[in-house]
């Protein structure tokens, strides 16, 4: 599909029977598509459902009014949460939702001929918004650790972990007065710590500095000296921008650090696949409950409009993103006449059942927009 024309939107909308359903379907389809390739259309089949009263419609219109947008929300926090999981292959967000769920989902939507079965789609919807909670704390929170644990091995000198830097043989261990000390030395000030460390203290060991390791700024260099000595030359040192890091060589720490670097990467690789998996399948269910709403949204909203007996054609529209002014023009004169009070009840303040003026824009005919672009990237 090119990507500049075609829209992630599309239209669901309705309007009354002529002769036959078949007919309104086939003056829209030809209204839209000969010579002016404004929308891919396509039959959106609503099961006849039950009609109960009127007041029971326009109670059920503010009900689906109110599903729609949880079930919506949770749509979006599936995706979003997918693109999180993701992280580096965002632009592959979309396309694997899409895949999984836009348009199979419109393909796979069926219905229950029964009234609405509202509390299964809420109870269902509701249990993939609280498992996408606990299931995105658990692996955030691995995530998180793991992200510390690198933060800690990052970073300048001055503050990342030294442990998988220096060696057993850099320290002179299990010694009474002797202690190694790591310092970090601005590499402008390299010459100056060559000069001077020997005599910054007393009980210095002579040529016991080497470089270890090096960042882009400094360098960080081992020193051996007597123990009662390390007060004043970490005293002295600082006079010269020489940083001794608070560091104890201690190989058993630095073994359980590592072991649970790779603990919570092996987790985090573990955990990945299986939840990729479910947020594919989870939101394919959210999403097909969520059409399914706008099917019955579609189905009050006619009745309530057109009157008993059911007889209207539901149709599925993706315009063309160049042409949308014009499709709307197209689809106007095409019901312009369903509503000749259409003035008229823009107009008035009071409350006409099944129209909700406030949440979205007035149109002759039933119309709900999808809105399949899910993702809010950040």
């Known amino acids: 599909q090119d990507k500049d024309t075609k829209m992630t939107e599309f239209w669901l909308i309705s309007a009354p029977g002529e002769k036959t359903c078949q ?16 929308s891919t259309n396509s039959k959106f089949n609503i099961p006849d459902l039950k009609v109960g009263t009127l007041d029971v419609l326009v109670g059920l219109s503010d009900e689906l009014a109110k599903l729609d ?34 348009k199979k989902s419109f393909k796979n939507y069926s219905s229950s001929s029964d009234t609405v079965p509202f509390l ?15 299931r995105a704390s658990a692996y955030n929170n691995l995530k998180g650790n793991l992200q ?22 850099d320290f002179v261990l299990d010694s009474e007065y002797l202690v190694t000390l790591l310092v970090i030395v601005p590499k402008l000030n390299y010459n100056d710590w060559v000069k001077q460390y020997e005599t910054l203290a007393e009980m210095v ?3 016991s500095s080497n470089v270890l390791f090096e960042d882009q700024d400094s360098y960080l260099c081992n020193v051996t000296l007597f123990r009662k000595a390390v007060d004043d030359f970490k005293h002295k040192a600082r006079e010269y921008k020489f940083m001794v890091r608070d560091f104890q ?26 939840l990729v998996r479910w947020l594919k399948v989870n939101f394919s269910e959210a999403f097909i409950a969520w059409i399914h709403v706008k099917a019955l949204r579609v189905f009050v909203e006619s009745v309530l409009r057109y009157g008993l007996p059911v007889n209207f054609q539901a149709m599925l529209l993706q315009p063309n993103k160049k042409t949308m002014k014009k499709l ?36 002759p005919y039933v119309y709900y927009k999808i809105d399949c672009n899910l993702l809010e990237f950040k």
Do not use: C
């Not at 060589?249 to 299986?274: C, H, I, V, W």
């Open 23 to 38: 007919q309104t379907w086939e003056k829209l389809h030809a209204a839209t598509t000969k010579n002016n390739n404004l």
């Open 69 to 102: 947008a949880f079930v919506e929300g949770v749509v979006k926090k599936v995706a979003q949460y997918m693109a999180d999981v993701l992280e580096d292959s965002k632009d592959k967000v979309q396309e694997n939702l899409l895949a999984n769920g836009g």
């Open 120 to 134: 299964f789609v809420f109870k269902g919807v509701n249990q993939i918004d609280n498992d996408l909670k606990a």
């Open 148 to 169: 510390n644990l690198e933060r800690k091995n990052a970073g300048s000198l001055l503050t990342r972990s030294l442990a998988d830097i220096v060696k057993k043989e």
């Open 205 to 207: 060991v002579p040529r």
């Open 249 to 274: 060589y201690n190989e058993e720490e630095m073994k359980a650090d590592k072991e649970e670097m790779n603990r919570l990467s092996t987790d985090k690789k573990k955990q990945f696949g299986p």
């Open 328 to 363: 709307r023009e197209v689809l106007y004169d095409l019901y312009k006449h369903l509503d000749s009070s259409a003035a008229a009840i823009i107009d008035a303040t009071v409350d006409i059942p099944g129209l909700n003026l406030s949440q979205q824009e007035y149109y």
